[in-house]
């Protein structure tokens, strides 16, 4: 069977960030974990991290860090099943879209994190970049938009979240006063998640508006509702995330009755252990509206 | 002088992360895109862009990305004096941490960026990976906890965030109803930004904990917060974004009196123009406590 240790500490060099950290989490001196690393690379006779511009995985120690998660994932199932068996609280790296994050992800998986004793790492990605991710083998699981699944993974769909195209009033009176018209998109400031970001594109088309536009780019989900509260442009802001705010009247839409739908999907691999099936019912559990 | 024509195709790429979007936002074909970065290629007799894993600039194009930006940040206080001078709205790239961006941030630039029509693309980083980028050029001023000046630029000091040890009140009567003993550090999850927070480090030290501790990484600030929420562990969260939270005993501090104060410091580079110099003076104007 494989060295597991140099596994281990591959994993621990590429979570921990850097040789030094991870010899920290192994209880191992700094030269030890660089001498494991070094053993890999020459029984793969190719690199298995490259070191700039920051420390990384290359593709082949990707698909070893894979492997090593679900090894562990399953060695977790077999301690259940041997309570004699040493086993540390298990580590699943996820990839979750911004805006599921900032707000119904956690109180979704919460109580099973906890009876589980499970801690989570999470990646917080565009969708595409999360699918590629658990395709090389960077996480375990994705929550995203793709309804694809990928092969030896299947895709569990959880339902949609409503996307409304928001401002403060004072925004929507000085742009919009005359409704979402050609004149006021080419004019007003939107705000867009990123360049990989759709949403702006989608909504601007279903208003039958195809020309260019000025936009803040904001890849973060709270700081893009502040952009909004501060004035400083309308954007695609889920509805569940600003409830609140819509109720007091300190958001409103620049385009009343206009909505975007975004269906989300949880892609794990099959037989990758009791956990993971755990984590898809609670999320199966969810009902997004 | 240089022919500006490709470097905007060059930043064009860069920032629309890709030949047929650029092409798109410039009005021109993706091969007139591919051409231009291709002429600029041979001229410098090496490549501007790497093309795997992701799209990004070669630390050459690094360097001509930021100079072109520079640029075009003279250009708009020239447009100001000859006002017949065509100008487009200036793009200003900024790196900000996320925790600045999910709180006080846009309520501090927003008016400047009414007034002035400037759009922003925002970047979320680490203190050392946004003043890196800024040392390389990809952005034009950088918020961080670093009070350390890089060459050529300068650094404001804009005050400081308070972060507090949070949890829900039924997490801190489950594992520090003792308070915040050693053994309570060894089994309770906390939450952690990334591989690089040192916050919870210096927190644990602070208590004279220097073991290990089990942890969830969670690197988006709201996220953060909603996993703190959810009773899936502890973390250091800034006090100005849980206020309403913590009054309405929501949240707790699970080591009373125990506090971070984290500097913030403004960088940006010096003779970048009128409007780095506005923003820099609307910044200088926040009181962070």
């Not at 591959?10 to 053993?39: H, K, P």
């Not at 589980?116 to 938009?145: S, T, W």
């Amino acid at each position: 069977m494989l060295d597991y240790k140099l596994l281990e500490a591959l994993a621990a060099v590429v979570e921990c960030g850097g040789f030094e950290r991870a010899g920290e989490a192994l209880g191992l001196s700094q030269s030890a974990i660089s001498q494991r690393i070094r053993t890999l690379e020459i029984r793969l006779g190719q690199p298995v991290l490259v070191r700039t511009p920051t420390l990384a995985p290359t593709p082949v120690g990707r698909q070893l860090l894979n492997h090593a998660r679900r090894v562990q994932l399953l060695e977790r199932d077999l301690s259940r099943a041997l309570p004699t068996l040493e086993s540390e609280a298990p580590r699943l790296r996820i990839a979750v879209n911004a805006d599921s994050l900032a707000t119904w992800w956690a109180e979704a998986v919460g109580v099973l994190c906890r009876e589980e004793g499970v801690v989570l790492d999470l990646v917080v990605e565009d969708q595409e970049v999360g699918l590629r991710r658990l395709r090389d083998g960077d996480v375990a699981a994705c929550l995203c938009a793709s309804p694809q699944p990928i092969a030896g993974a299947r895709a569990l769909p959880l339902g949609r979240m409503s996307y409304l195209p928001l401002a403060t009033p004072a925004y929507r009176e000085r742009h919009f006063s005359a409704g979402p018209a050609a004149e006021a998109f080419r004019q007003a400031p939107a705000i867009v998640f990123g360049p990989n970001d759709q949403l702006q594109h989608r909504f601007l088309a279903q208003c039958g508006y195809h020309g260019p536009f000025p936009y803040h780019l904001c890849p973060a989900s709270e700081g893009f509702v502040r952009l909004a509260l501060a004035g400083m442009g309308y954007g695609m802001i889920p509805r569940m995330q600003v409830e609140r705010r819509l109720a007091a009247g300190e958001l409103v839409s620049i385009a009343p009755g206009q909505a975007l739908e975004v269906p989300l999907y949880w892609h794990s691999w099959r037989h990758s252990g009791q956990l993971i099936e755990r984590l898809s019912e609670a999320l199966g559990a969810v009902s997004l509206v």
